[in-house]
């Protein structure tokens, strides 16, 4: 331990981590300008102190290209009477004020790249586990301190502050203010100098000043490479080294901004030339076409533009290769397109305007006939489902389930049959074939047929893991509700099992039974205590019905300002169909991912299982950083049909330190088939989110995925909503990931990132931090790679007391969504004066979808419906939809979307918000 004499002895503990950053000075040999030098003859006159006992060693951060810049943000710079002595760059979508720029102005292009490597950089150097560190509180006014790493408080830095380097020209001084995820640093006439009126440029000192969220340097006469979680401020006297931050960067100053490297040479990209289809070209089919170019030499990125007009209007942003393949066009059109090549050193690159006319229609496919078995009786397995081909369809759909209405989808093939087996003996099943190609769908008819053997019961099995009514962290009471609905025509029994935690569940005495009529939704208030008469529990729900169910639940800690918590979804051990939520159950020798766990002064993890079919298991648990780094190892053994939950998973493992971003792998090492969750919760707040573990199945759905809402806006009950990101990629090699925002206005815009073997990309904000978007903006994000990967996502505001509300966003894979005659529901929609609901949808498939929305209310009353034609990858979402559909008064309801004609494929979501918190719950369509 090292303690400093600046102030009264505070708790100071040095902590060890293998440091693997690469060495690099970012403080270069450069030619400064005389006024340095009278800057450093005034800086060398207030040096006074005496040096400190070194604090330990650490390398300095690997900066990548954001070291050849002196200026260089997320969103604008912006300057009044400030002089930059050197390159200054925005990420895309940014801008850069009326500065005086003695070297390069650059958006985008290199300077996008610049920006991720600063973020990487950023990241690298935020609290870890393990940090080398000194604490160092106070103004530091008078100290002289050597190379090493400093964690300061939130005091204003003022005075002189030394820094020795003790003849060692690679010395490095990290200081990092707001160590436990919050905090700026700010320095009111605070003055850093060399010891011996050293010159810092010309002896290779590095000096880095890591903040967690913003800086602020007012009068002050400053050395280092400052990193800002949001933005910085310096405002009179004079600077050298550099400034990078996520956010703004504001220079007013009759100084000088020195920056000691090399200014960049900025070289405009190079000439190009359209392709195809070829100008002018007619009878150009309305499907399958593809814009083509050729490379222009040294362009970081493509702009197209596309429409019916010339000239055309900017399409998609950021274009990484030479082509783009278009969607479904209209038919006898005239089509406009450009292209402009773009890195950032002006001039950009412009290959004129093409034009060609749409003059061959677009057929969709004949609806295919089936052949059997098409009313048979005593079907032997294995059952092979037979269709006839039907013309002009590329692949086919399989829907199969045991009522004409409520099918699901098997798969799909390019053949004329499939075959199914595991089937329950003397039952009813219906199936139906869907023929697609690039134009549209067609559905045959429906077939029925009955499988051999005497009738077995048909049984819906549900379950709800952690459910509750008891005591918490931080001084909160967990409770539970729940809603289920029976989606089948006719009345449905059910009985609801509650498993304590710890407990054998196959013995349980805690079981409650009711019917449910036709569109009727039975809700259960505090599920544990009401309905069962218990306190201080908690476990799962285990829920059986004679039809098909579906079920929410929320757990959530309820004060006098409102409530916080968590959804949850019923989880389905289908015996019909097999396991049909097979992505999150877990059998002997299985691995299920969590790729959302954090942990820290601002975050708690929990992670939970549950066993489903009878049978004992043993659960084995292993924690990494998101850079794959091992934290620990734990089994924990789960009775049958048994509920067991660590609380503070990262704690029992005996981690220590700040996380930001982690996973941990779920293994079943026993007998029994697991669901495993994770709830990450606000350690101030107590707001909870729920995400499930998912195995890998390698198929091609698991490389692109959607997330149908992403934000960077202001809402109401001045909330402001935000959306993090986490990417994990699961393969032993590096893989692209792209990241495509597409808002309710305006074009689509691209980031490509590389993703490091089995490491996890989190963005924070990443709306604003990736896109460089500062405007209020929603739509979807799409994540897309050529191998699978993990997504996971929360969109949050800050609360009023400080800590956050937010709520979990899952992501949608490609062959999920709503089809054309299909629905899907969405329950636990609210109305009251402290409840409101957003009702959102997204296309995902790149076709047009219209889908029909109608609400009824927990009684199966209707009260309104909508129809929206759903563009291709169109997202749309009512604000407080029972005002925006005239419906008044105090709702408890539920939405059934609907698709109803064309070729999409559609997320639909509602998002129901507590007025008095803003906390809220994110619901999808079931």
């Given at each position: 331990m090292q303690f400093m004499d600046s102030g009264p002895p505070v708790d100071a503990s040095t902590f060890r981590r293998p440091q693997t950053m690469a060495v690099r000075g970012l403080l270069k040999e450069r030619g400064i300008l005389m006024k340095t030098w009278l800057m450093m003859a005034f800086i060398t006159a207030l040096m006074v102190a005496a040096p400190f006992q070194p604090a330990l060693a650490q390398s300095a951060p690997d900066l990548g290209a954001a070291g050849d810049f002196a200026v260089l943000a997320g969103t604008t710079v912006t300057c009044t009477g400030a002089i930059i002595d050197g390159d200054v760059g925005v990420n895309t979508g940014g801008s850069i004020g009326a500065c005086t720029v003695l070297g390069n102005s650059i958006v985008g292009g290199i300077a996008a790249t610049a920006y991720n490597d600063f973020l990487a950089a950023y990241a690298s150097l935020a609290p870890q586990p393990g940090d080398v560190y000194t604490i160092q509180n106070g103004t530091l006014a008078g100290l002289t301190l050597t190379p090493g790493v400093y964690w300061l408080d939130d005091s204003a830095k003022t005075g002189v502050l030394t820094l020795d380097d003790l003849g060692d020209p690679n010395a490095v001084w990290i200081f990092k203010s707001g160590t436990s995820g919050t905090g700026s640093l700010v320095g009111n006439s605070f003055n850093v100098v060399m010891a011996g009126g050293g010159d810092p440029c010309a002896n290779g000192a590095s000096v880095f000043w890591w903040s967690a969220q913003a800086a602020t340097l007012t009068d002050s006469n400053f050395i280092g490479t400052v990193l800002t979680g949001t933005d910085i401020t310096i405002t009179n006297g004079n600077f050298i080294g550099q400034a990078l931050a996520t956010g703004a960067i504001t220079l007013t100053t009759p100084g000088t901004f020195i920056f000691c490297g090399t200014i960049i040479a900025c070289t405009p990209p190079g000439a190009f030339n359209l392709l195809a289809p070829p100008n002018l070209a007619n009878d150009v089919p309305i499907s399958g076409v593809t814009l083509d170019w050729t490379d222009s030499s040294g362009a970081a990125s493509y702009?197209?533009?596309?429409?019916?007009?010339?000239?055309?209007?900017?399409?998609?942003?950021?274009?990484l290769v030479s082509q783009y393949a278009l969607p479904v066009l209209n038919p006898n059109t005239w089509?406009?397109?450009?292209v402009t090549a773009t890195?950032?050193?002006?001039?950009?690159?412009?290959?004129?305007?093409w034009s060609f006319y749409t003059g061959i229609p677009c057929i969709p496919p004949e609806a295919p006939q089936l052949q059997s078995p098409c009313g048979e009786t005593n079907v032997t397995e294995p059952v092979t489902l037979m269709w006839?081909?039907?013309?002009?369809?590329?692949?086919?759909q399989v829907w199969m389930g045991l009522e004409p209405g409520h099918l699901v989808m098997l798969g799909t093939t390019t053949g004329l049959s499939w075959v199914v087996t595991d089937l329950l003996e003397g039952t009813e099943y219906c199936?139906?074939?869907?023929?697609?190609?690039?134009?549209?769908?067609?559905?045959?008819?429906?077939?029925?047929?009955?499988?051999?053997?005497?009738?077995?019961?048909?049984?819906?099995?549900l379950y709800i893991p952690g459910v509750a009514n008891i005591l918490g962290d931080n001084f909160s009471w967990w409770k539970t509700d729940v809603q289920i609905m029976s989606t089948s025509d006719r009345d449905a029994a059910y009985s609801i099992t509650f498993i304590p935690a710890d407990t054998d569940g196959t013995q349980s005495p805690h079981v409650i039974t009711g019917t449910l009529g036709t569109g009727q939704v039975k809700q259960y208030?505090?599920?544990?205590?009401?309905?069962?008469?218990l306190s201080e529990a908690y476990g799962d729900l285990r829920i059986v019905s004679d039809q098909l169910l579906i079920a929410i639940a929320r757990t959530y800690h309820d004060t006098e300002d409102g409530t916080y918590g968590q959804g949850i979804l019923g989880y389905r051990v289908d015996p019909v169909l097999g396991?049909?939520?097979?992505?999150?159950?877990?059998?002997?020798?299985?691995?299920?991912?969590?790729?959302?766990?954090?942990?820290?002064?601002?975050?708690?993890s929990n992670v939970g299982f549950m066993e489903v079919t009878g049978g004992a298991a043993a659960v084995e648990v292993s924690l990494f950083s998101h850079l794959d780094e091992p934290l620990g190892t734990k089994s924990y053994p789960l009775l049958p049909l048994g509920f067991h939950q660590v609380n503070g998973i990262f704690e029992d493992m005996g981690v220590e330190g700040d996380h930001h971003a982690a996973r941990a792998e779920v293994r079943v090492t026993g007998a029994g088939t697991v669901l495993a969750y994770a709830s990450i919760t606000d350690n101030i707040t107590n707001d909870s989110i729920f995400t499930v573990g998912e195995k890998l199945l390698g198929t091609t759905s698991e490389t692109r995925q959607t997330l149908s809402a992403a934000a960077h806006t202001h809402g109401a009950n001045n909330s402001f909503w935000r959306s993090d990101v986490r990417v994990y990629n699961p393969l032993a090699g590096s893989t692209n990931i792209t990241y495509t925002y597409r808002p309710v206005e305006g074009p689509a815009i691209t980031k490509t990132l590389v993703a490091a073997s089995r490491n996890i990309i989190y963005t924070n904000d990443v709306l604003s931090q990736m896109f460089g978007i500062i405007d209020d903006t929603n739509g979807s994000l799409e994540v897309g790679s050529d191998s699978p990967l993990l997504l996971s996502s929360r969109i949050y505001t800050d609360a009023y007391e400080g800590g956050t509300y937010g709520q979990q966003i899952l992501s949608c894979r490609s062959d999920q969504g709503i089809v054309n005659h299909h629905q899907g529901i969405i329950l636990g929609l609210r109305a009251n004066g402290d409840y409101r609901t957003n009702l959102g949808m997204t296309e995902i498939a790149g076709r047009v979808l219209t889908v029909l929305v109608r609400i009824y209310d927990t009684t199966g009353s209707f009260l309104g419906e909508r129809t929206v034609n759903l563009q291709p990858y169109q997202h749309m979402q009512w604000n407080n939809v029972f005002l925006q559909w005239d419906l008044s008064g105090i709702f408890e309801a539920y939405a059934v979307v609907q698709g109803v004609a064309g070729g999409g494929r559609v997320a639909a979501y509602a998002s129901v918000v507590d007025n008095r918190t803003n906390d809220a719950v994110y619901i999808p369509a079931q």
């Open positions: 702009t197209l533009n596309f429409g019916t007009v010339n000239p055309p209007p900017i399409y998609h942003i950021g274009l089509y406009y397109w450009s890195n950032g050193c002006p001039p950009d690159a412009f290959a004129g305007v006839y081909e039907a013309a002009n369809a590329v692949f086919y199936w139906l074939i869907v023929a697609v190609n690039d134009c549209g769908m067609a559905h045959s008819q429906t077939c029925c047929f009955t499988s051999a053997g005497p009738p077995e019961p048909v049984e819906t099995l208030q505090d599920i544990v205590h009401v309905a069962f008469g396991l049909s939520d097979i992505r999150y159950l877990l059998r002997q020798g299985e691995v299920g991912y969590l790729v959302h766990p954090v942990f820290g002064t601002a975050y708690r």
